[in-house]
């Protein structure tokens, strides 16, 4: 009995939270962002000393460690925020999606519930219903909030029925999808940050302008060059048989996007990582930290989301184009310099340590570094995004700042890596796709500025 009580307390809490959206119609987007960085704050500090036993399973007092997803919620409306800050519509209506939909579903499915799905039976039918409710009816009230009841000016999508309506319905039906997967990554990420993407492609595409629609030549060529390629990796043990079909994928996918520009940066990542782990590989097999070929997990990790950001630079409007390119630039140089520290650090051994504790820790162990191998990979990171900025034709006083943010994902993955790859709660593969989000995110919101 206590436990329900608990789960509708947090429930409602997580439904309540998304009333403070209303102020996104009079903040400014870094007001906004420090009031998401105070709560994120907040939730990591005091919640767990004023209102942990009230919000906090029983499971989760034992383990004395802040709940995921309460660190989550307000981490995934900060990244909101810097990347359609400018577009608060998009953000109250994404974060609504997490608020009232998931909240709904999380009140709904365990105690109403009976018709489970056949891929999760953790959740049901009825849950999803009244996520599709909640989310739509939130994202549409926060909409007409946010907008004043009307259609905002320079948009593609002109049409009142098509922006209130029926974008939010849809959107709200396909996060309903995400929302009944079997996931390991947290509903308060995978939600808000899904139906954020979503939303802003369906308001801003411009159909009639896209930046570069392939050729069958060039769709042939596609197809053609990943298979060699990836065939040639694979025949060298550099990648598994699942590593070359999700990698063929995201090879094609990244092609047709964004053509040979977007092509080059995912062959520097995929080309220098593969040859600093070749390098490394006879001294990390005598000290027991050798790793099997990389599989679809690394693929999708690292690749997978510069993919995807090369699809949005393809369909957003041309004044948008180059901050998500820089993104892209950035997630891919994040990438490397991950790689490029990890092997280099591992081979050529020396010090590692704990950067936020000043502690000296064994040689592969989760989130150490090492001044020589953060040093390379620092390097190879700068090369890519100077590599990228030159490609895209992005502003030079941009480089620093991208080094910048992708030096700070390093940092901030390793400290992550730590506190929950140790416990068991995040996989070095969820790890790295966090790397790259938080590197494309500082870097779209730093030059946006």
């Not at 994928?249 to 990582?273: E, H, I, K, M, S």
């Amino acid at each position: 009995m206590q436990e329900h009580r608990r789960d509708v307390i947090r429930k409602l809490v997580h439904m309540a939270m998304g009333l403070f959206a209303l102020l996104l119609r009079y903040l400014t987007p870094w007001q906004a962002a420090l009031c998401a960085l105070a709560a994120l704050a907040h939730n990591v500090w005091l919640l767990p000393r004023l209102w942990g036993r009230y919000l906090y399973r029983s499971d989760e007092q034992t383990l004395g460690r802040v709940p995921i997803g309460i660190i989550a919620y307000p981490l995934s409306v900060l990244l909101l925020i810097l990347v359609f800050g400018t577009h608060p519509y998009v953000v109250a209506a994404a974060w609504a999606m997490m608020a009232f939909g998931d909240g709904l579903a999380g009140l709904t499915g365990p105690w109403v519930g009976r018709v489970r799905w056949p891929w999760n039976p953790r959740k049901t039918v009825e849950g999803s219903l009244a996520y599709v409710g909640g989310a739509f009816l939130g994202s549409w009230a926060l909409l007409m909030w946010t907008t004043g009841g009307r259609v905002p000016t320079g948009l593609p999508l002109r049409d009142e029925a098509a922006f209130f309506l029926w974008t939010p319905l849809a959107v709200s039906l396909l996060t309903a999808v995400l929302e009944a997967l079997d996931l390991r990554l947290n509903d308060n990420l995978t939600i808000p940050l899904s139906a954020g993407a979503l939303l802003y492609m369906a308001y801003h595409v411009p159909w009639d302008d896209l930046a570069w629609t392939p050729s069958v030549a060039q769709v042939l060529l596609a197809l053609g060059l990943n298979w060699v390629i990836g065939g040639t990796a694979w025949s060298l043990g550099w990648v598994s048989a699942s590593g070359f079909w999700s990698g063929w994928v995201v090879g094609v996918v990244t092609f047709l996007a964004g053509g040979w520009r977007a092509y080059l940066l995912l062959l520097a990542l995929f080309v220098g990582g593969s040859l600093a782990t070749r390098w490394a590989r006879d001294v990390k097999a005598a000290r027991g930290l050798a790793e099997s070929p990389r599989d679809w997990r690394s693929a999708v990790a690292k690749a997978g989301l510069p993919a995807l950001l090369t699809v949005w630079w393809a369909l957003a409007p041309s004044d948008h184009r180059a901050w998500i390119a820089a993104g892209l630039v950035a997630a891919y140089a994040a990438g490397l310099m991950d790689t490029v520290a990890s092997e280099v650090g591992k081979g050529l051994g020396g010090a590692a340590f704990l950067w936020w504790a000043g502690r000296s820790v064994p040689v592969g162990t989760p989130g150490a570094v090492s001044v020589v191998g953060t040093a390379a990979g620092l390097a190879a990171g700068a090369g890519l995004v100077g590599l990228g900025a030159g490609l895209w034709g992005l502003p030079v006083a941009w480089v620093p700042w991208m080094i910048v943010a992708v030096a700070v994902a390093n940092f901030l993955e390793s400290f992550l890596g730590h506190t929950l790859r140790s416990r068991g709660l995040a996989t070095a593969y969820e790890l790295n796709a966090v790397l790259v989000v938080l590197a494309a995110v500082l870097t779209m919101g730093v030059v946006r500025s």
